[in-house]
T-cell receptor
C-alpha cells in the first residue's frame, strides 16, 4: 500500500544549526513533492515544490532535495531560528497538473534559543 | 497573492444541527478546491475535490450526503456538515488551485466542535 513517512514526530535543535527533515515514500511515483509549514490551529502554508526531474530546490534558508531512486526528500533549514518552530508536512502528488495531494503526518520542529 | 480565507474560524454547534463552512480565494480564481479534515496530531485527510460548476468527487469513506459541497463560483466553495455528531468535531481546512497551477494554497482552517 502507499505510504508516506516523515522521519520523526519531533525534532529539537539549537538556534543557528541546520535542521534536516526527512520524507520517505513507498509505492508512489510522484510527479512532484511539496513541503508545507503548519502552525498550531492554522492551515498549512506552502513553502517549496520540487518536481520529479529536479534534484534540488532552494529558497532563502530553505533547501529541498528529491531522490526518486531512494524515494526520499530531504528538507533543510539553515541558520535555524526559534521562529522556525512549527510542524513541517511533506505532500506528494502522483499525477500531473493539479493532482490531489497526499500528506505525511508531519515533523514538529522545535528550535531552542 | 494567493490568499484563501475560511469562515467561520471556529464554530460550536449542537448535535443534530447543520453547519456551513465557507472557503474563498481572495485574489485568484480557483478552478479546483479541496476540503480536508485533520484530527489532533494526525495528517490532513482529503475529504473531497470540487471543480467549479460540477459535482464534488468524494474520497472513499466520506459520506457525500453528510458532507455537502458546493462550488458555485470560481472564488467560493462551501462545505455543509449535516446532522452533525460529536465525532464530526475536527479541524476542517480548504485549499484552492488556480487554473494551470500546481501549488495548493490553504485556508486558515475552521475548528468545529459538536456538543
Amino acid at each position: 500500500s502507499q505510504k508516506i513517512e516523515q522521519n520523526s514526530e519531533a525534532l529539537n535543535i539549537q538556534e543557528g544549526k541546520t535542521a534536516t527533515l526527512t520524507c520517505n515514500y513507498t509505492n508512489y511515483s510522484p510527479a512532484y513533492l511539496q513541503w508545507y509549514r503548519q502552525d498550531p490551529g492554522r492551515g498549512p502554508v506552502f513553502l517549496l515544490l520540487i518536481r520529479e526531474n529536479e534534484k534540488e530546490k532552494r529558497k532563502e534558508r530553505l533547501k529541498v532535495t528529491f531522490d526518486t531512486t531512494l524515494k526520499q526528500s530531504l528538507f533543510h533549514i539553515t541558520a535555524s531560528q526559534p521562529a522556525d518552530s512549527a510542524t513541517y508536512l511533506c505532500a506528494l502528488a502522483a499525477g500531473s497538473g493539479y493532482s490531489t495531494l497526499t500528506f505525511g503526518k508531519g515533523t514538529m520542529l522545535l528550535v531552542s534559543p | 497573492g494567493a490568499v484563501v480565507s475560511q469562515h467561520p474560524s471556529w464554530v460550536i454547534c449542537k448535535s443534530g444541527t447543520s453547519v456551513k463552512i465557507e472557503c474563498r480565494s481572495l485574489d485568484f480564481q480557483a478552478t479546483t478546491m479541496f476540503w480536508y479534515r485533520q484530527f489532533p496530531k494526525q495528517s490532513l485527510m482529503l475529504m473531497a475535490t470540487s471543480n467549479e460548476g460540477s459535482k464534488a468527487t468524494y474520497e472513499q469513506g466520506v459520506e457525500k450526503d453528510k458532507f455537502l459541497i458546493n462550488h458555485a463560483s470560481l472564488t467560493l466553495s462551501t462545505l455543509t456538515v449535516t446532522s452533525a455528531h460529536p465525532e464530526d468535531s475536527s479541524f476542517y481546512i480548504c485549499s484552492a488551485i488556480g487554473q494551470g497551477a500546481t501549488e495548493q494554497y490553504f485556508g486558515p482552517g475552521t475548528r468545529l466542535t459538536v456538543t
